[in-house]
């Protein structure tokens, strides 16, 4: 049989094998797995999909060893069993319940990624990042723990950034007024903010503020951004 891509939606409670014929080296290009920590099944099988270039995968209890340069598009949750080889196509990140080293390992392994969201997890910073010097959208969101995103500074080419639910950020906006080459922002339940003064030194064109505590919300930097949402 020959496929582009595979996709699996399990229903919950779901407690079988996958498909026998997943068991051959398949060709396919795209791969899609919900709930893989009720199925049983190895990460060689993910592994031995060489002409992989997309993969989404939920919770994964298994060891998978993510290396090659096909791969172009991955979004996984977490788990003490995954790591990075080389992964030069890599374009578009997303991972929940990263780890401080974790993301370490990305900087070094993925230097390629333009896109990177990062979910949940134990980061207090952001060390790493400054590793992905073509990023240019990053996504936070429910990080409890992280308090620094100063290294956002030393990543030349971001031109968006959300963030949601992170509230206990100490250096929010003295780092946005140092990233210059913004042009999206959107602070979705960020704590609470002095003021808008970081405007001042961005040339967004895109704005939006949400769910987050602002003491002064007028400045004249507002009337320059061509679309803006403050609540």
Request: hydrophobic share 40%; glycine share 8%.
């Amino acid at each position: 049989m020959k496929y582009d891509g595979i996709g699996f939606n399990l229903p919950l409670g779901w407690s079988g094998n996958l498909p026998s014929y997943l068991s051959e080296e398949l060709p396919i290009r795209a791969f899609v797995l919900g709930c893989p920590d009720k199925i049983r099944f190895s990460g060689k099988l993910i592994e031995k999909m060489a002409s992989l270039e997309m993969l989404l995968l939920t919770k994964f209890d298994g060891i998978v060893r993510f290396e090659g340069s096909t791969l172009r598009v991955l979004r996984i949750t977490f788990g003490p069993g995954i790591s990075f080889g080389e992964v030069p196509s890599l374009a578009t990140l997303a991972i929940r319940d990263s780890t401080p080293s974790l993301l370490r390992e990305i900087g070094e392994k993925a230097k390629n990624v333009t896109s990177l969201e990062l979910t949940a997890g134990s980061c207090t910073t952001l060390d790493g990042v400054e590793g992905l010097f073509g990023l240019k959208r990053l996504e936070l969101s429910y990080m409890k723990k992280l308090n620094s995103i100063s290294l956002l500074s030393r990543c030349p080419a971001l031109e968006e950034l959300i963030i949601e639910s992170v509230r206990n950020l100490t250096d929010l906006q003295s780092t946005l007024a140092k990233l210059s080459s913004l042009r999206v922002l959107r602070l979705l339940g960020c704590g609470s903010l002095e003021n808008f003064d970081f405007l001042a030194d961005l040339n967004l064109e895109t704005f939006a503020c949400s769910r987050t505590k602002v003491a002064s919300k007028k400045h004249p930097a507002l009337a320059r951004i061509k679309s803006v949402y403050v609540q």
